[in-house]
């Protein structure tokens, strides 16, 4: 089992530039999660899907970000433009049924400068 | 919003002794889990306990949740070096799939 994937594992981009960070989960997972993580707010839940629908996306900060599942293994999470304040580190993570466990990927270090 | 409530922020002991982390949550949940972060990595699953459990055990991890007071504590046993890392909490809001995360105990292990 690979675990969940994360690409790229860094990412360094000026102010303004699209970002586009990409998750391929566990095979036979049916949920999918995407997180950033600060030091000053913590783990924030930003968006999660089910069977490939997008259920919750009230934790995406604004419009400049957007998630799609196109299938069943693969998600990317855009920010378009990006600001500094967007840096952070990204993480997605999956799980099989619901209340269950998070696999967590290696996470994405976004800077924007 | 912050569901889970972790203390204390920092911890830190000497190899050997026992470790005990506290979390706190406001709503009602169908079970808490609890993870842990080594630094530059993803989250790792301990153990999840479910809302009608009073004490769960994994290895040297014993976790208790007390659903009156809103509660959970982590206890590590016997601690080691390799047990330096983050602690996190995290509760289905509401019953809801969506897990949401304390700020975590920074827990440090001195050889």
């Known amino acids: 089992d690979a675990g969940v994937i994360q690409s790229p594992r860094h990412e360094v981009t000026e102010m303004g530039q699209e970002v586009t960070l990409r998750c391929k989960p566990i095979?036979?997972?049916?949920?999918l999660f995407w997180y950033r993580q600060t030091m000053m707010r913590g783990l924030e839940l930003l968006i999660y899907?089910?069977?490939?629908?997008?259920?919750?996306d009230s934790g995406m900060p604004e419009d400049r970000f957007s998630a799609k599942m196109p299938n069943a293994s693969f998600s990317t999470l855009k920010i378009q433009p990006s600001e500094p304040r967007d840096s952070a580190v990204y993480f997605c993570?999956?799980?099989?049924?619901?209340?269950?466990?998070?696999?967590f990927g290696n996470g994405t270090r976004l800077t924007v400068t | 919003s912050q569901q889970g409530e972790e203390d204390p922020q920092a911890l830190s002991i000497q190899e050997g002794e026992n470790a005990t982390m506290n979390c706190s949550y406001k709503?009602?949940?169908?079970?808490l889990q609890w993870y842990r972060q080594n630094s530059g990595r993803g989250l790792v699953h301990l153990i999840l306990?479910?809302?009608?459990?009073r004490e769960k055990h994994s290895g040297r991890l014993r976790v208790t949740l007390d659903t009156s007071k809103k509660s959970s504590s982590l206890l590590i046993t016997a601690s080691r070096a390799a047990d330096t890392a983050s602690y996190f909490c995290a509760t289905d809001e509401r019953g809801a799939q969506k897990l949401v995360f304390g700020q975590g105990t920074r827990l440090t292990i001195n050889p």
């Open positions: 993570a999956s799980s099989f049924g619901s209340n269950s466990p998070l696999h």
């Open positions: 899907f089910n069977n490939n629908v997008p259920i919750d």
């Open positions: 709503t009602s949940i169908n079970n």
């Open positions: 095979s036979g997972h049916d949920y």
């Open positions: 306990i479910r809302s009608n459990e």
